[in-house]
């Protein structure tokens, strides 16, 4: 178990969705946090939550795509509270359409997002994280938690770009898994399925999939944002979220060709509509 209570946490994406509960539920725990997202309103918004709740909290706008911006976070974080303990990844950005539709442009932002922005605030905090650990008592560990996505362990059709980037994420926390043992740093990973976080289609890259998500019956956000928080306290290694993200991630190791047959169906599925739809 991982007592929160008095640790500096830097939560990423904190503006909406799950980061946004995610921080919220780990001020009822009693963490100091530290919160980015580019949308200073909501940030500030949240920052006037917490503190009316008595937690102790600071915000740090930025863009994480950007060097500059990723330095001032950390460092503002170093200034303003003079440790760090936990860096919670939950940033991202999703594009929703077909490969061949799709731009260069497009695959580039989403793996600066997604991929190249975490793996370099890891990087920054990292040396962070090891004095925290090196400075503990009670065997308290620091820790990263990576929110990737079931997208990074099986490649869903439609979503190819958003995939690739989060099967880069989860090999880049399974291999630091192993090289931060070294450092008392633990690394989880988190992986939902399809969320109802804030206007999620309003913030999708591209919204032009041809594949049926269930956007009304995805999960609440709050219900990941519980598991997150859990993953951190309970120290789990990885996590999938949720029934369907359960069921893919089970499947994958169990069933692959049921897994595999069931995403060709839903291309089938809408290529026959097509074939209808240009005949008629
Ligand atoms: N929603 C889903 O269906 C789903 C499913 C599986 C995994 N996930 C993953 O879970 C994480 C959180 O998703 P969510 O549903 O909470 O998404 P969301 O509601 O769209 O929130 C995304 C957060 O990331 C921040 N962000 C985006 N681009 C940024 C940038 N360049 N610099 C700094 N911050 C940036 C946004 O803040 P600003 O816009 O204010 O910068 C926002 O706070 C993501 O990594 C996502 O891939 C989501």
């Given at each position: 178990?991982?007592?929160?209570?008095?640790?500096?946490?830097?939560?990423?994406?904190?503006?909406?969705?799950?980061?946004?509960?995610?921080?919220?539920?780990?001020?009822?725990?009693?963490?100091?946090?530290?919160?980015?997202?580019?949308?200073?309103?909501?940030?500030?918004?949240?920052?006037?939550?917490?503190?009316?709740?008595?937690?102790?909290?600071?915000?740090?706008?930025?863009?994480?795509?950007?060097?500059?911006?990723?330095?001032?976070?950390?460092?503002?974080?170093?200034?303003?509270?003079?440790?760090?303990?936990?860096?919670?990844?939950?940033?991202g950005v999703c594009s929703f359409g077909e490969f061949s539709t799709s731009t260069e442009a497009i695959v580039r932002r989403v793996m600066e997002v997604n991929f190249?922005?975490?793996?370099?605030?890891?990087?920054?905090?990292?040396?962070?994280?090891?004095?925290?650990?090196?400075?503990?008592?009670?065997?308290?560990?620091?820790?990263?938690?990576?929110?990737?996505s079931i997208c990074g362990r099986w490649g869903i059709p439609s979503m190819s770009e958003h995939c690739a980037s989060k099967h880069a994420f989860?090999?880049?926390?399974?291999?630091?898994?192993?090289?931060?043992?070294?450092?008392?740093?633990?690394?989880?990973?988190?992986?939902?399925?399809l969320?109802?976080?804030?206007?999620?289609?309003?913030?999708l890259l591209r919204n032009e999939g041809k594949i049926h998500l269930?956007?009304?019956?995805?999960?609440?956000?709050?219900?990941?944002?519980?598991?997150?928080?859990?993953?951190?306290?309970?120290?789990?290694?990885?996590?999938?979220?949720?029934?369907?993200?359960?069921?893919?991630?089970?499947?994958?190791?169990?069933?692959?060709?049921?897994v595999r047959?069931f995403m060709q169906r839903k291309v089938w599925k809408y290529a026959?509509r097509e074939?209808?739809?240009?005949?008629?």
């Open positions: 178990m991982r007592d929160v209570r008095g640790r500096v946490v830097l939560v990423t994406g904190a503006s909406r969705g799950i980061g946004r509960r995610v921080a919220t539920r780990l001020a009822e725990r009693g963490a100091i946090l530290a919160l980015t997202a580019r949308s200073t309103d909501d940030l500030t918004k949240l920052l006037d939550e917490l503190r009316a709740t008595g937690a102790q909290a600071e915000a740090f706008p930025g863009d994480l795509t950007e060097p500059v911006a990723r330095e001032r976070i950390v460092s503002g974080t170093i200034a303003r509270f003079g440790q760090l303990d936990v860096l919670m990844n939950c940033a190249f922005a975490p793996l370099e605030m890891i990087r920054l905090c990292t040396p962070y994280l090891t004095r925290s650990f090196e400075t503990s008592r009670n065997g308290w560990k620091p820790a990263v938690v990576n929110v990737a989860v090999g880049l926390t399974e291999s630091l898994r192993g090289e931060f043992e070294r450092f008392g740093i633990d690394t989880l990973l988190v992986l939902p399925g969320v109802r976080s804030d206007d999620l289609q309003k913030h269930n956007f009304e019956g995805a999960q609440p956000p709050d219900e990941v944002a519980d598991a997150v928080v859990k993953s951190l306290v309970k120290n789990r290694v990885e996590k999938a979220v949720g029934f369907a993200s359960w069921g893919v991630w089970f499947g994958k190791r169990f069933f692959p060709r049921g047959f026959k074939k209808t739809e240009t005949m008629a």
